[in-house]
Nanobody, 126 residues
Framework: QVQLAESGGGSVQAGGSLRLSCVAS??????????MGWFRQAPGKEREEVAT???????RYADSVKGRFTISKDNAKNTLYLQMNSLKPEDTAMYYC??????????????????WGQGTQVTVSS
């Protein structure tokens, strides 16, 4: 089992920045080799993938955040990050981190992520 705990959310004005963190605990001995991702869900909308990073450290981003968000991992600290710059009101959502500890490459479907955090709220005002 893996437990994920997000932090770093908050309220910012448009154009501002936030950095989200997600600390993994439990079965983390292979942390560096498995897929991690950030997802978000805005009120009244479906949860969507924001960014993922595979076991080789290769990132993938949603078109809506490319050039503004950066996903990274610190394997020594079992921590996943999401640096969010040039935030827009449409980035307002609950942000979740998730992992699939059984695969190196990140899956295309959210349903294939095994473990999820509780989420951290990001609110961007105009």
């Amino acid at each position: 089992q893996v437990q994920l705990a997000e932090s770093g959310g908050g309220s910012v004005q448009a154009g501002g920045s936030l950095r989200l963190s997600c600390v993994a605990s439990g079965k983390t001995y292979s942390y560096s080799r498995y897929c991690m991702g950030w997802f978000r869900q805005a009120p009244g909308k479906e949860r969507e993938e924001v960014a993922t990073i595979d076991g080789g450290g290769n990132p993938r981003y949603a078109d809506s955040v490319k050039g503004r968000f950066t996903i990274s991992k610190d394997n020594a600290k079992n921590t996943l990050y999401l640096q969010m710059n040039s935030l827009k009101p449409e980035d307002t959502a609950m942000y979740y981190c998730a992992s699939n500890i059984y695969v190196y490459m990140c899956p295309a479907s959210q349903t294939q992520y095994n473990f999820w955090g509780q989420g951290t709220q990001v609110t961007v005002s105009s």
